[in-house]
């Protein structure tokens, strides 16, 4: 096990307070399916039941843009895009190391405490809470101990139990309790908190060096697995880059939405490829309100 120290007290995260992570995460997923409409805004409000006015607000103050804005920078055809601009952006994150541009300049990663053969060995004797919250993407699942987070999913209501089965496999004989006590500073920290969360990752070397990729890249660009694979030193591995990516178990802190395949094609996301294309969409939102 690896300990990585995020410091996410950066700008433009997703607001955390309450009910409003229901209502914009199926405002979010409602534009998701009807965006190609270009739906109007008293239409967007209605599908929540909101006024109009007051989804504006709550919608600007959680995602940063508009609803129209935000429908948008909802195409497929903006993502290639940056697919195949972002080799320039990411030559400078890359080069900068984690002081790259992006939102995620501010982040820097460390290894400490465990070793993943110690990690192996102490699993069983770890204990692990896990509890639901609200999100701008969905409902959130998070895993971790005192010491930090060791998982985060996402998944719909009537797959919570799904969800906790799979994530549960990257954490061996650990025993998981029901305790959303310790999990909710860390979901508030995720989406929308000041200070730094620490990740507990069971982790092979090249695991972990692939997720400190990903880590480089900026919000608001992409890459491909291939270009992945050449910035780790391994251009003839991209299956295995793509089965790393795959893994990680610690979905948005970790940001493998960030990666499509070279068509820019959205498939295969472990959290539906429709919540990564929301996360892509808001991201470019972002991207698109700083270049402002």
């Known amino acids: ?52 006015h007051h989804f504006q607000r709550l919608f600007t103050r959680y995602v940063g843009v508009s609803p129209k804005k935000y429908v948008q920078y909802l195409t497929l055809r903006h993502a290639k895009a940056r697919l195949a601009d972002s080799a320039s952006v990411l030559d400078a994150a890359f080069d900068a190391g984690l002081s790259g541009p992006g939102r995620l300049h501010d982040l820097f990663v460390t290894h400490e405490a465990l070793t993943p053969g110690e990690w192996k060995m102490q699993a069983a004797a770890l204990n692990l809470a896990w509890g639901w919250h609200d999100s701008p993407f969905g409902d959130c699942l998070i895993v971790a101990s005192p010491r930090g987070v060791c998982g985060l999913a996402f998944g719909d209501p009537g797959a919570h139990d799904e969800v906790l089965a799979d994530l549960a496999t990257n954490f061996g004989e ?6 959303e006590a310790v999990t909710r500073p860390f979901a508030e920290l995720a989406f929308g908190g000041r200070g730094s969360i620490h990740l507990l990752l069971r982790a ?45 178990p610690v979905s948005w802190l970790i940001p493998c939405h960030r990666v499509l395949r070279r068509d820019g094609s959205i498939t295969g996301y472990r959290w539906q490829p429709a919540r990564k294309r929301l996360i892509l969409a808001w991201e470019a939102a972002q991207a698109g309100v700083a270049a402002e």
């Open 1 to 52: 096990m690896a300990m990585i120290d995020l410091d996410i007290a950066e700008p433009g995260r997703p607001e955390a307070d309450g009910s409003g992570y229901a209502t914009i995460g199926r405002a979010l997923a409602w534009l998701g399916r009807n965006w190609q409409e270009q739906p109007s805004l008293e239409e967007t409000s209605a599908a929540v039941g909101l006024g109009p």
């Open 174 to 179: 650990a025993r998981l309790e029901h305790d």
């Open 204 to 248: 092979t070397p090249f695991q972990l060096k692939v997720w400190e990729a990903l880590l480089r890249i900026p919000a608001g660009a992409l890459t491909s697995y291939s270009d992945l694979a050449s910035r780790i030193g391994r251009p003839d591995a991209p299956r295995a880059v793509a089965g790393a990516v795959g893994q990680n």
